[in-house]
């Protein structure tokens, strides 16, 4: 009787410590900056001899895959958690720079060598970022659930023509061609280069959005060129979808509903009222989804949606995506996007 007793109360005092080390980590997490955040990637690339100067293509190359390394990280002593809170300002701040000298460019070429985090933002706490992330996802939700009240009084889409400037009305298709879906991901996977632009490293951003955007457009998602303008660069709208040319330039003008994670949950949950399944594992989600299917991940350290892929197939009971930024033609959910440190969101075409 007495060494039950002494067990319960040894194991009572253990989780008890382990309970206080893991709200003392958090409390010390959230207390961190994120410019300690940076010291702390570029201590780690140190410890790999990787000499990859900020702002670089290879910096935002690992930047943009640190997800597929989080065991690694976190194996080798580094604070996962904090580099990712870091990696996902700096490629946020970035893709707000970029999207303001891509409108003063005529051909909308981005130059990078000038950018710099903010004073103010690098001094932002781990806890300021994760606040003003869950800040904006409510007001994206509560946008999603205006929008879909305003969507009930639109019967049709206005679709621009490829192969003019002339506006043509026309009813939405509610095929999807998911065969077609992806023929697109197999040719066009690992190419830099479209007629719908390329929004990866040199252009300071993610081409993630941009990518799925192609995919469902190539399996029967028509464009919705409501809020269109023949402005180069991108136009804040989740109530239009579309990448247009600008005519007389080798410039785009395009919808964030097409580029930015956020604002194309917003057009297909919201303006086109498609299903979405929020998930908490890759095995969950593989029952949910088919080839062309859309899925968005949520950094848990961050508390942000920050990528956008397309579903390639289920394999053996697990799903396989495809994805730009870090190019995958059907890379497996459950090694890249561990549960661990990220939820997911499926939506549904």
């Known amino acids: ?8 109360l040894v194991t009572s005092v253990l989780s008890f ?8 980590v958090k409390a010390t997490n959230e207390n961190l900056t994120v410019k300690q955040g940076e010291t702390e990637v570029q201590k780690y690339l140190k410890s790999q001899h990787l000499n990859y100067n900020i702002n670089s293509q290879d910096y935002i190359n690992f930047l943009q895959r ?14 996962f958690s904090l580099m990712e809170v870091y990696s996902d300002t700096y490629l946020e701040e970035l893709a707000k720079y970029a999207a303001k000298e891509e409108k003063k460019d005529e051909n909308g070429e981005v130059d990078l060598e000038n950018f710099d985090l903010s004073k103010k933002v690098e001094n932002e706490t781990v806890k300021q970022v994760q606040q003003e992330n869950i800040k904006k996802d409510k007001q994206a939700e509560e946008k999603v659930e205006e929008i879909k009240e305003e969507s009930e009084q639109i019967p049709i889409d206005y679709i621009a023509s490829t192969n003019s400037n002339s506006f043509l009305v026309s009813l939405l298709s509610s095929s999807y061609n998911r065969s077609a879906a992806k023929k697109y991901m197999v040719n066009n996977w ?6 719908y632009g390329y929004y990866g490293e040199s252009s300071g951003g993610g081409d993630c959005t941009n990518y799925a955007s192609q995919v469902v457009l ?6 919705n060129t409501t809020g269109f303008s023949f402005n180069r660069g991108h136009h804040k709208t989740t109530k239009g979808w579309y990448n247009q040319s600008v005519p007389k330039s080798s410039a785009r003008t395009y919808s964030t509903s097409w580029t930015v994670v956020s604002d194309f949950y917003s057009y ?6 498609h299903k979405v399944y929020n998930l908490t594992s890759p095995k969950a989600v593989s029952k ?6 859309v899925i968005q991940m949520y950094s848990k350290s961050s508390k942000k949606w920050k990528h956008t892929a397309v579903i390639y197939d289920v394999y053996k ?18 090694l890249d996007w561990k549960p661990k440190y990220y939820k997911y969101r499926v939506i549904k075409f």
């Open 1 to 8: 009787m007495k060494k039950v007793a002494l067990s319960l």
């Open 268 to 273: 297909w949950a919201g303006t086109k009222k």
């Open 190 to 195: 690992n190419k830099k280069t479209s007629k």
């Open 288 to 293: 949910y989804v088919k080839t062309g299917d």
């Open 218 to 223: 190539a399996g029967g998602m028509p464009m």
């Open 66 to 79: 640190i997800n597929e390394k989080a065991d690694e990280i976190t194996k080798s002593g580094y604070n």
């Open 17 to 24: 410590t382990f309970l206080n080390n893991a709200q003392a």
């Open 317 to 334: 009971g697990y799903p396989r995506y495809s994805a730009h930024s870090s190019a995958h033609l059907y890379a497996h959910l459950e």
